[in-house]
């Protein structure tokens, strides 16, 4: 399976926006990059996916390179809410159940 | 929205029991699965099933096996516990349109059970 790259940690401040990087530079044509976020004590929890083009939606932004190589997720205006770890992962198209396999993902720390 | 419950927040057993845990969800998803987590490991697929009454191995089935009576439920059944099973045990569930892209379902996890086996 195609594999992600992540910074193992970040930092960000109250209010202000996040980038989180993602490398995927062995992805094939039909992987899609889905991002996953898992707070303290609790499952992880879908944060959003695309395929090409950026999308949008109520939790987060994801913009995708124009290569597919990379990824980020954007989150608007940080939340103390928001410090966990986040995974990106390649999810191959397909018509059955699939697994999720996630690596070590990025550990956002929120500041007040 | 999406309602996973695991019977069990915290569990200690002993080496040899025999140990359930329990998975209900609320959203009459088709697909149920059963991960465990452990530190530098990520997250790993026990079993998931498709259907009532149907299963798949995951990655790590060994001494696992599980039951899907019905389709809200699924259990994971630890045959006799030991001390490598000690873990982070987490059930996720997902929607199932046939014909639909399956890696564009989000799973809906439950908060996990973390299990000791002593």
């Known amino acids: 399976d195609a594999k992600t790259t992540q910074p193992n940690s970040m930092e960000s401040n109250e209010e202000e926006p996040v980038h989180l990087p993602c490398n995927h530079s062995?992805?094939?044509?039909?992987?899609?990059i889905h991002w996953y976020r898992q707070l303290p004590s609790q499952g992880p929890e879908y944060v959003i996916h695309?395929?090409?083009s950026n999308v949008n939606n109520r939790m987060a932004s994801l913009a995708i390179a124009e290569d597919r190589k990379s990824s980020t997720l954007i989150l608007h205006r940080a939340t103390l809410r928001d410090a966990a770890v986040y995974y990106c992962?390649?999810?191959?198209?397909?018509?059955?159940?699939?697994?999720?396999?996630f690596g070590e993902g990025t550990q956002l720390t929120v500041n007040p | 929205d999406v309602k996973v419950t695991q019977s069990s927040r915290y569990l200690v057993k002993r080496t040899g029991e025999k140990v359930f845990l329990e998975c209900v969800q609320d959203?009459?998803?088709?697909?149920m699965f059963w991960y465990r987590q452990d530190p530098g490991l990520g997250l790993r697929l026990i079993y998931f099933?498709?259907?009532?009454?149907?299963?798949e191995k995951g990655d790590i089935p060994e001494g696992y096996s599980v039951s899907r009576e019905k389709k809200e439920r699924f259990s994971l059944i630890l045959e006799s516990a030991s001390t490598n099973q000690t873990s982070m045990y987490l059930c996720?569930?997902?929607?199932?349109?046939?014909?639909?892209?399956?890696?564009?379902?989000?799973?809906?996890f439950g908060d996990g059970t973390r299990l000791s086996i002593l």
């Open positions: 062995t992805i094939s044509g039909t992987d899609y």
């Open positions: 695309g395929l090409t």
């Open positions: 959203m009459d998803h088709e697909n």
């Open positions: 996720a569930s997902s929607f199932s349109l046939k014909g639909a892209i399956l890696s564009n379902q989000p799973q809906h």
């Open positions: 992962i390649l999810r191959p198209r397909e018509t059955s159940g699939s697994r999720l396999t």
């Open positions: 099933s498709y259907d009532v009454k149907m299963k």
